[in-house]
């Protein structure tokens, strides 16, 4: 089973200045040059180190990716006399590099400032070693640049479990996240959910900014969870790992009794555990939730209560055929109530 009607967004490019004033703290970025090329463009997740360019062969050089300077690239720089390293460079700046980030507080060498400088280039510096660089940088653009979608529901790590609540308008989910923050579980989002497909098989929930942490409960208005029940009610983001759909009690349907029909749900092309909840008046809809989130992490950790009986009752079935016609009744010991 899909989503219906679902918009898949991927961000075709992130600008350089916005590389930049979103991760200037996080990784220490000092500004080498101008602010010249903070309009260029980054439109590939992956990052380039350009030691083989800077050597001169340039038939797989990925110049459309940031391109990180690291020991290897400075010390080959600083070995090479003044004219061959303005032509290293040159050889480098032919092709429209979107920026250039020097690690381990390597120092940079003028005609490399000068040659960025001319060509609009904007060179960072960071104290982070190349790996620790590369990791966090890495993770930063696959946010950017992962497929996302926005899903009308409420989303709650219930037992560390991201339920995503779903249903037509007006069934009752926000009502029913609600009473669980009440009992002690964190709201992620309400009414709009974004997800975002992390890897291949990850999606992760959050809310918008404008929303964040607010409800709306009709009859009594808009609700600021986080100054209500406190910092500890709320999370920003959390994995979806199950979606549970409301529906309403319909006596003609057939639904689920063993669960030992595990039919899913996609989303962003990844297959989540997928529960139809019927609900009428008087239902207990909030301590099944609950119940829906343990038991996922019970199959989680290897134990299905559905299959576990399943092989209980084949086992009695099997034993109780080798003894047709015998009947016998077992007591508990030394109980006679």
Not at 51 to 73: K, M, P, S, W
Not at 151 to 158: Q, Y
Not at 230 to 249: D, H, P, S
Not at 263 to 272: D, F, K, R, S
Request: proline content about 2%; hydrophobic content about 40%; charged content about 25%.
């Amino acid at each position: 089973m899909t989503f219906k009607n679902l918009k898949e967004t991927i961000k075709q490019s992130i600008s350089v200045g916005f590389l930049y004033e979103s991760n200037k703290e996080r990784l220490r970025l000092s500004l080498l040059t101008g602010e010249s090329g903070f309009h260029k463009e980054i439109k590939d997740k992956n990052l380039h180190r350009p030691g083989l360019a800077l050597a001169g062969y340039v038939e797989l050089f990925r110049y459309d990716r940031i391109q990180i300077f690291g020991n290897t690239e400075m010390c080959y720089l600083d070995q090479l006399e003044s004219s061959q390293r303005l032509k290293s460079v040159q050889t480098l700046f032919q092709f429209d590099i979107p920026c250039i980030i020097v690690t381990n507080n390597n120092k940079v060498d003028d005609i490399l400032l000068q040659q960025a400088q001319e060509h609009q280039v904007v060179i960072f510096q960071t104290p982070f070693e190349t790996t620790k660089l590369i990791y966090f940088l890495s993770d930063f653009l696959d946010d950017q640049f992962s497929p996302q979608t926005v899903v009308h529901g409420s989303f709650v790590d219930v037992y560390g479990v991201g339920l995503l609540l779903i249903g037509r308008s007006g069934i009752g989910k926000s009502e029913i996240a609600l009473d669980l923050v009440e009992r002690g579980h964190r709201l992620v989002a309400d009414d709009v959910v974004m997800i975002t497909r992390k890897g291949e098989g990850i999606l992760m929930g959050s809310g918008t900014d404008l929303v964040k942490h607010f409800m709306e409960i009709r009859g009594l208005g808009l609700l600021d969870v986080r100054s209500m029940f406190g910092i500890r009610a709320i999370r920003f983001q959390k994995r979806v790992e199950v979606v549970v759909e409301l529906q309403e009690w319909r006596p003609d349907e057939d639904y689920t009794r063993t669960g030992l029909d595990d039919e899913g749900m996609t989303i962003l092309n990844v297959q989540l555990p997928h529960v139809e909840l019927p609900i009428f008046p008087g239902k207990n809809v909030t301590v099944i939730c609950e119940v829906i989130a343990l038991n996922y992490l019970l199959k989680h950790y290897g134990y299905d209560a559905a299959k576990e009986f399943t092989k209980r009752l084949e086992a009695v079935i099997s034993e109780k055929s080798k003894h047709i016609g015998e009947r016998a009744i077992d007591y508990f010991e030394h109980d006679f109530e």
